[in-house]
């Protein structure tokens, strides 16, 4: 069965931290591999997406992700966190019919 | 362009009362999804179209939600009679490929069914 699994539901760092959030995925076939982020009140972003390739992307915002396929993850790091990434973030799989979301981690900045 | 547009924004009714969501995707896209995020569940895709077709509705809870895509710039989402377990917010996305390899997202419609 096709799952996404965010382990950590809330993560607090300071500004200017790094930043790891991390996502483990079961999915049969190779994934198609996305980030999305989450402001209150809003919908979704697309912050990043892996359907080939080289295994490292670059996202927006300076994110960036590393595909693994040994360990069946697709983390999220950003090497210097800013307040303004205080919000919500996503990882979806999916293939050629619909994406699978986890159920989201919380991120809070502390100046 | 406009982006991925839902109506309403927040819509609070009670018991048994019918509820319907709208949405309007972006021009040109040809696929819509429908999801529903608690925070409980987190986000959970009910139904998704394609080309105004209903491809895998397998996400609706049940007989009390319907959606519908009478054509490329309209869906709506019912759900008749509401319960109080239907109060989430939902949201409304399109895509340009099928089987939405890239979303965006509506604002999303907050509902709550006293």
């Known amino acids: 069965a096709q799952s996404v699994t965010q382990p950590d539901i809330h993560i607090t760092v300071s500004e200017g931290a790094s930043l790891e959030l991390r996502c483990n995925y079961s999915?049969?076939?190779?994934?198609?591999l996305f980030w999305y982020v989450q402001s209150p009140g809003q919908g979704l972003q697309l912050l990043l997406k892996?359907?080939?390739?080289?295994?490292l992307v670059q996202g927006i915002k300076g994110f960036e992700a590393e595909f693994k396929r040994s360990q069946s993850s697709f983390n999220l790091r950003k090497p210097s966190v800013h307040w303004s990434d205080a919000a919500e973030y996503f990882c979806?799989?999916?293939?050629?019919?619909?994406?699978?979301f986890g159920t989201g981690t919380r991120l809070q900045v502390f100046p | 362009d406009a982006g991925v547009i839902q109506s309403p924004r927040h819509e609070v009714t009670e018991m048994g009362q019918e509820v319907t969501l709208r949405c309007k995707p972006i021009?040109?896209?040809?696929?819509l999804f429908w999801y529903r995020q608690t925070m409980m569940r987190g986000l959970e895709l009910l139904i998704y179209?394609?080309?105004?077709?209903?491809?895998?509705d397998s996400g609706m809870p049940e007989d009390r939600f319907s959606a519908k895509m009478p054509n490329a710039s309209f869906s709506t989402l019912k759900i008749q009679p509401s319960e109080p377990r239907d109060s989430a917010v939902y949201f409304c996305?399109?895509?340009?490929?099928?089987?939405?390899?890239?979303?965006?997202f509506g604002s999303g419609t907050q509902l709550s069914v006293l």
């Open positions: 999915y049969g076939a190779t994934p198609y």
């Open positions: 179209f394609n080309n105004n077709v209903p491809i895998d």
């Open positions: 979806a799989v999916g293939g050629t019919d619909k994406l699978i």
């Open positions: 892996y359907f080939s390739g080289d295994t």
């Open positions: 996305a399109s895509s340009l490929e099928t089987g939405g390899l890239k979303l965006f």
């Open positions: 021009s040109g896209h040809n696929s």
